[in-house]
């Protein structure tokens, strides 16, 4: 399972959002969007914090852990715990990051692989309709309160096309992440955009498969967080994806009694659609 960064220290940290640019293509410095941590971002941050002291909410949690932890997978049972909420961008940083890259608002915008919905519903409101999918069933519910439509998880790129197809930190944790793509590239509207977010360095762990590794794993290559990117890149221009702007950002997560928060390190992009040369 991803192993999330404990902090040593609670405030944001500038860092989170920084590259060294010096390690960057003329291409990726054009299309880099630099972020900073924000109220949205803060106010997660301390609803961690305070979350993290509730003791008695925190023992619930352990306890129910123990025992649901036989029958049901972690995801299962954060979903009907209603804990474990991730964060990867604010609204404001979606927006930006959308501008950046020239992207329509407005249509469909469906979160592949969406959890329990609260990363993406910080930015769907710009879309008109807002859909997604997800195979643990509390996790659908949580998605049904949060007034998504859902979809079925091998047939939901065949309901017509898409204004903004959403993978947040799903390539990493599902077996077929080149097959989401190719899913992918065929729900995407002409003028649609892929906003995909990847935890680097890649380190697979597929939570339904015997042996959490994947049955393809992409070819990424390099030994620092602007190689990987590099590398990343241009496996999804031989995808049919070409990058129209991109940033990094902390993956957060609610935290527990040993920390108020953690963190892993997100590369988040705007890709629109390209047809491939044979």
């Known amino acids: ?102 992207a329509r608002v407005g249509g469909r915008l469906v979160d592949v692989g969406a959890g329990d919905g609260e990363v993406s519903r910080r930015f769907a409101h710009l879309y008109d309709d807002k859909l997604a999918t997800e195979i643990s069933s509390c996790m659908r519910k949580a998605l049904k309160t949060k007034g998504y439509t859902l979809l079925d998880t091998e047939s939901w790129c065949e309901g017509g096309e898409f204004e903004c197809v959403c993978m947040l930190n799903l390539l990493d944790r599902c077996a077929a992440p080149r097959g989401m793509l190719r899913q992918a590239r065929a729900a995407l509207a002409s003028h649609g955009v892929l906003l995909l977010a990847l935890v680097l360095p890649y380190k697979p762990y597929v939570e339904v498969t015997p042996d959490h590794k994947p049955t393809e794993r992409l070819p990424i290559t390099g030994v620092t967080f602007e190689e990987q990117v590099s590398s990343f890149v241009s496996f999804m221009r031989e995808m049919g994806f070409e990058l129209s702007a991109w940033s990094r950002a902390p993956y957060l997560c609610e935290g527990d009694f040993a920390q108020a928060y953690y963190w892993l390190d997100d590369s988040v992009y705007v890709f629109k659609p390209i047809d491939i040369k044979s």
């Open 1 to 102: 399972m991803a192993n999330f960064h404990q902090p040593k220290v609670l405030p944001v940290e500038k860092k989170w959002y920084r590259v060294d640019k010096s390690r960057l293509s003329e291409n990726l410095k054009n299309k880099f969007v630099q972020l900073d941590p924000d109220e949205e971002t803060k106010e997660f941050l301390s609803a961690s914090i305070d979350k993290s002291s509730w003791v008695w909410t925190q023992i619930w949690y352990l306890l129910a852990k123990a025992v649901l932890r036989h029958f049901w997978s972690i995801t299962d049972i954060n979903g009907w715990l209603g804990r474990g909420s991730m964060f990867v961008l604010s609204g404001a940083q979606a927006r930006r990051l959308l501008g950046a890259a020239g």
